[in-house]
């Protein structure tokens, strides 16, 4: 049995792949910890499991890519750089695999072509498998990625990403690998991407099947979730009809809407004579032996719904939309409207919009606009990036168009003319990405390493808190989760343990916290034997103003008519458009917002001179409050 490791080339890991007699198993790590833990897993847990998942003999760990680059500093205040660096390290012969959205790379919106090939050539260093999609299936979107992971000598894996309804055929999808092939070459392995467990097993071993019945000599790797506690039986069956890879992960971290447990895999398919080649049991168990009593640490970050989601059949949402789908809707009070949101409501939306795949960033334009839908009235208060959707701005629809009566709804009775002049995908010109170094090296005081860029480019403001963060603080990475994610602080005299990056050991007890009469907080602590006193000033500055009152969706849109643009929503400035002094048309950008990982961009309502703009890049916002102020034009 040939263990494959990634010092090996691509013809070497694919001679082996259909020698082998059995099926090889890759290690969702990053797929787990975002399904199950909004993707908070942390780097100290990782390393703590990196020795006995390197003995475990995977085929691949996939430890980055998705959302979790963008995680990783804005959440858990790790260089996703090092994180690799760190873990290569740890397992020397383990291939890394990453998960990448194709024009959306690592992030929410289409790139530049050469942010694209930079970012690839960046993490290349450290990734061995591209697992590579688009939420539209369309290939084009994908081959810059291609190139570049080609180029750089490591194993493409692009994807088709499946989903059910009559649409979705088995000739549909071999017409779609052939498609793929023919950019490609046949030097791949290719990923069934079943992002929301859908399917019953029947179905997707009939896929496997027709795939192989058409491309015998095709590494087909299966990947799904058990949402609905179904996937073993999806795995067996891929396994059964020819697949040569699937994936699963450490049984003490399986929940509810990630991959199933390696081990179960394992013992279900060794009674139908199928072998996981290269596997060491043992150290599949070791895994989740070591890192078992870390998982109450993460607890806060599991789902509010408790249980498999056999519905998924009905909403497909993903289990990585499913979990954060889950904390938005507490965070915004509306958990009670969850069962119209999915059952009712996300399926009708998913219909009328072309049934194509629920992925990022389709998961979200579909489960934001379904929400709107019940907390606004249908297709009132449409996303920038439905908008996009519709003009074609992603790509094709895959099957059909949505109906004639939405695309009045979002863009009002000339819509005809708005998609006349503004529909079909345009091309998106490289960025100046020298100007962008100047402009990373004055937001931080030096110049930035070109990983930093690789980041600043896909999430710039969140990668400047970040850069800044770990100058001030250092490398936060170090703290166990049960210092890093403690609630509920920590009791007196209480003492933890930690080693920096450096490797240097420190000891922290904890003393007396003291309050001051101008409302500041000391807190005492012994570092390393020494006395240090913090100090903390109040939450809420003493004088601060009251807060604004709220302005209705209405009082916004009548004073944006007049000029005074004010945010419709919380949100964060992801870019602005405009200066002072510069005149605008009716429909003109004036800047872009971002929330729930949707950008919507804000219009100018009326031609006139911008007199001022109230907001920088990076900026929080809460509804009502002033974006830009238009003199408008009379008449």
Known sequence: MTRITQDMDIASMLAALRQADGYYITNTARDMSQTDYKNRILLHTDLMAAPTREAAGYFSLEITGGASVHVDILRKQVDPFLKLDLLRQAMPKTMFQTLCRGVNLFGYRPYPPNVIRFTVREFAKYVDVWRTFDFLNH???????????AKAGKLNEPCICFSTGPEHTNAYYVAKVKEILAVTGEDITLCIKNHGGLGTPRRIGELVNAIKQAYPDLIIHYHGHNTDGNDVGRITEAVLNGAKIVDASDHAFTGYYGPPAVLTVIQTLKDHGKTAVGIDEAAVIATSDAIRDQRPHYAQFESQIKGFQPTVQIHKLPGGAMGSSLEQAAKGGFLDKMPDILHKELPK????????????????ILWTTAVSNV???????PSGDLKNLLLGKYGPFPFYQPADWIYE????????????EQGGAEAI???????????????????????????YLQHPNDA???????????????LPPSIFLRQGGFALGETMTFRDHFGKEHLLEVGPVQKTEDGHTNVYLNVDHHERVYVFEP???????????????????ELAKAGDCRA??????????VKAGQAVAAGDQLLVLEAMKMQTPIVAEAAGVVVAVSVKVGQSLQPGDKLVKVDVKEG
């Open 349 to 364: 939306v998913q219909e009328e919009l072309g049934n194509f795949w629920s992925v990022t960033p389709g998961s979200q």
């Open 375 to 381: 907390q606004h009235g249908r297709y009132e208060s």
């Open 139 to 149: 290939v084009p979107n994908m081959q810059a990625v291609f190139e570049e992971v």
């Open 429 to 455: 010109s490289d960025m100046d990405i020298e100007q962008e170094r100047k402009t990373l090296t004055d937001r931080l005081g030096y110049e930035p390493t070109e990983q930093q860029l690789v980041i």
């Open 568 to 577: 419709p929503f919380a949100a964060n400035v992801s870019a602005v458009s």
């Open 539 to 557: 939450v809420k500055p003493a004088g601060a103003a009251p807060a604004a009152a709220k302005l209705s969706k209405e009082e916004i849109a």
């Open 409 to 420: 709804k979002v863009f009002g009775e000339d819509w005809r003319k708005v998609l006349a």
């Open 464 to 478: 400047v808190n970040f850069y800044k963060f770990e100058a001030e603080f250092g490398k936060a990475y170090v």
